[in-house]
């Protein structure tokens, strides 16, 4: 059965960092056909996706977390990775991994569209 746990949410001051970790068990994060990504989810809104890797090589970034966030992946540890820098208070969220081995690309942005999902790390950014 496919687990994904997160780790590594907290509070910290506004223009910090976090790194968010996500370590995948009965799912290769580096397989051929798996995508991985992170969605969070603020109270009252809906669940967006933040980054993605699809199939290995394709990266997506929404445009509000670009060049302050970035996903990676440790292939070794079956751990996917979100460093987050530079945070911001419309940063805070629940944070969720989440991964799938039939995603299509077109549907990389949809949380509807992945199996497998992780229990969520609170991130507070306070001001």
């Known amino acids: 059965q496919v687990q994904l746990v997160e780790s590594g949410g907290g509070l910290v001051q506004v223009g910090d960092s976090l790194r968010l970790s996500c370590v995948a068990s009965?799912?290769?994060?580096?397989?051929?056909?798996?995508?991985v990504a992170w969605f969070r989810q603020a109270s009252g809104k809906e669940r967006e996706i933040v980054a993605a890797?699809?199939?290995?090589?394709?990266?997506y970034y929404a445009d509000n977390v670009k060049g302050r966030f970035t996903i990676s992946r440790d292939n070794a540890k079956n751990t996917v990775y979100l460093q987050m820098n530079n945070l911001r208070p419309e940063d805070t969220a629940v944070y969720y991994c989440?991964?799938?081995?039939?995603?299509?690309?077109?549907?990389?942005?949809?949380?509807?569209?992945?199996?497998?999902w992780g229990q969520g790390t609170q991130v507070t950014v306070s001001s």
């Open positions: 989440a991964a799938d081995r039939t995603l299509i690309l077109a549907s990389i942005r949809n949380s509807r569209q992945y199996d497998y």
């Open positions: 009965e799912l290769d994060v580096n397989g051929d056909r798996a995508s």
């Open positions: 890797i699809f199939r290995r090589t394709n990266y």
